[in-house]
């Protein structure tokens, strides 16, 4: 089966790429990595007025989704671009309170109709811990709102613990607190929970694709540009064989993006693997254009100074972010 984008879905693509270019994403990964939040939220405004986060949240509240496909292809653009903030768990969150909501249960169809117009629009950043996710929030100390799940029980945490460090300076964790407002609680809340997990997993795979390209982009660029031998590295065979690996690699994860986006919307039974299949592919795609960028550049491709480095941490953290390698090869291969 071929997964093609159509030419509407490509130009939103083409659009959102030269509005993060013009942005200047790398200064603003480095402000939100010193705890300066302003450059961040400014590319996350601009991303709320391109229709961004309302593609995760349904037209009853003012949204326009959940269209996973066209999602796919921003968050492809978010992670080639290295945009900073919960982008993942922003639409987790709307997902679950969405998916909640349509249940019948009052608090969390009143906690829907506070946030989802707010998400939608791109003036609420909101995060979000789940057992699939670990127990650690990205980016509470940034965030509007922190929700966490536990068992059957949903809640919007008071506050957030002391912020830790992560592979990535820009992805910064904290526990939600204890206590704070119960939104809702029972079973409903575990199938949501659920759900809403494979809608980060999926997240995180397209952001992982789009640094894998980034990644992958610039390498080509820097061996055309760095000589030994009097000659061009991009010219040596062996050169060669490691980008044609990272490409490949790539070019695989793609079309099973985009197959667990199409599963994502028929609401099929396998959408869960299909989404594994496609975290799994595209994180350690990722992983390898990462390895292969540090090996070609050298040592300057770890420096602070130097723009590669902020997307090597990166594919590493999101490798493991929302399902291991190993969670997901096993979930691919469950009966």
Do not use: N
Not at 62 to 84: D, F, I, Q, S
């Amino acid at each position: 089966m071929r997964f093609l984008l159509d030419q509407e879905q490509k130009d939103f693509g083409h659009t959102l790429d030269r509005m993060l270019s013009a942005a200047g994403t790398p200064e603003a990964v480095r402000a939100w990595a010193r705890g300066e939040r302003e450059p961040g939220r400014a590319v996350w405004g601009r991303l709320g007025e391109a229709g961004v986060f309302a593609l995760a949240v349904p037209s009853g509240y003012e949204g326009a989704g959940p269209l996973p496909v066209e999602l796919a292809v921003a968050y492809v653009e978010a992670g080639r671009h290295g945009v900073p903030g919960p982008l993942v768990e922003t639409a987790a969150a709307a997902v679950l309170l969405a998916t909640l909501a349509e249940h019948g249960d009052a608090a969390a169809a009143a906690a829907a109709k506070e946030w989802l117009p707010r998400i939608a629009a791109g003036q609420a950043m909101v995060t979000l811990t789940a057992p699939d996710g670990g127990p650690y929030a990205l980016d509470a100390d940034a965030a509007d709102a922190v929700f966490a799940v536990e068992g059957e029980r949903l809640r919007a945490a008071p506050g957030h613990g002391p912020v830790q460090p992560s592979l990535d300076p820009a992805r910064r964790l904290a526990r939600p607190l204890d206590g704070g407002e119960t939104l809702a609680s029972g079973p409903a809340v575990a199938a949501a929970a659920a759900r809403a997990a494979d809608w980060a997993a999926f997240a995180t795979a397209a952001q992982a694709l789009g640094t894998g390209l980034a990644l992958l982009e610039r390498t080509v660029a820097y061996a055309r540009q760095r000589t030994q031998f009097g000659r061009p590295i991009g010219s040596f065979q062996a050169v060669k064989h490691q980008l044609a690996d990272v490409l490949v690699a790539l070019e695989f994860a793609r079309p099973l993006l985009y197959g667990a986006a199409l599963a994502l919307a028929d609401g099929t039974g396998r959408a869960g693997a299909e989404v594994a299949a496609a975290k799994v592919a595209a994180g350690e795609a990722a992983y390898a254009a990462a390895r292969t960028a540090l090996q070609l550049h050298g040592a300057i491709g770890y420096t602070d100074e130097y723009d590669l480095s902020l997307w090597i941490r990166k594919a590493r953290a999101l490798r493991a972010a929302w399902g291991s390698p190993s969670v997901c090869r096993a979930r691919v291969l469950a009966p």
